[in-house]
Nanobody
Framework: VQLVESGGGSVQAGGSLRLSCVAS????????IGWYRQAPGKERELVAI???????TYADSVKGRFTISRDNGENTVYLQMNSLKPEDTAIYYC?????????WGQGTQVTVSS
């Protein structure tokens, strides 16, 4: 099982980024996938999760600004991030529980400057 993130970078407040998580090694269609983030000195927190059926759940802090989606044909989950704020600065990780084992991607850095 592999989860590989990409799309991070540095933007100014109010800007946008789209993160991608490409999955391999399992039947992607059968599993929910989530995005987490960890800011310096803080615990890792859930940002958004999308079920196998496409239902999405968001942290209150990103509702209305972030959108999670999935393309089962490409084995990819996306996180569209709009109206970014400095407090969104963190390493963003892709996460899945696959066949009862937890897997994390390597993370992608998002930095938002004011």
């Amino acid at each position: 099982v592999q989860l590989v993130e990409s799309g991070g970078g540095s933007v100014q407040a109010g800007g946008s980024l789209r993160l991608s998580c490409v999955a391999s090694g399992f039947s992607f269609d059968d599993y929910a996938i989530g995005w987490y983030r960890q800011a310096p000195g803080k615990e890792r927190e859930l940002v958004a999760i999308i079920t196998r059926g496409g239902a999405a759940t968001y942290a209150d802090s990103v509702k209305g600004r972030f959108t999670i989606s999935r393309d089962n044909g490409e084995n990819t989950v996306y996180l569209q991030m709009n109206s970014l704020k400095p407090e969104d600065t963190a390493i963003y990780y892709c996460y899945g529980v696959i066949r009862a084992a937890a897997y994390w991607g390597q993370g992608t850095q998002v930095t938002v400057s004011s």
